[in-house]
Nanobody, 113 residues
Framework: EVQLQASGGGLVQAGGSLRLSCAAS????????IGWFRQAPGKEREGVSC????????DYADSVKERFTISRDNIRRTLYLQMSSLKPEDTAVYYC??????WGRGTQVTVSS
């Protein structure tokens, strides 16, 4: 069974930083690209960032470029999202996602102004 457990969320002031982690199990971690999505209240879930398994190529939503950094540790089977210069509009539940259709439970990030 695929399991994705996100952690590291919390309450932070605008301009602060957080690092999210996603511990994966139940599949061969380095066989898959993997990424982060988020969903703010009243909004649709949106892609934040992803990282390939083949060459660690990364991609980011325009709204988080230059502020967020995605990385993966294939030995620890863990995905990370380093978030800096956080803004109130980053407030959302953050989910890790393994294509095509595996989702973690999510972790809440709240950025106060």
């Amino acid at each position: 069974e695929v399991q994705l457990q996100a952690s590291g969320g919390g309450l932070v002031q605008a301009g602060g930083s957080l690092r999210l982690s996603c511990a994966a199990s139940g599949f061969i971690f380095d066989d898959y690209a993997i990424g982060w999505f988020r969903q703010a209240p009243g909004k649709e879930r949106e892609g934040v960032s992803c990282i390939k398994n083949t060459d660690d190529t990364t991609d980011y939503a325009d709204s988080v470029k230059e502020r967020f950094t995605i990385s993966r540790d294939n030995i620890r089977r863990t995905l990370y999202l380093q978030m800096s210069s956080l803004k109130p509009e980053d407030t959302a539940v953050y989910y890790c996602h393994r294509p095509p259709d595996s989702w973690g439970r999510g972790t809440q990030v709240t950025v106060s102004s």
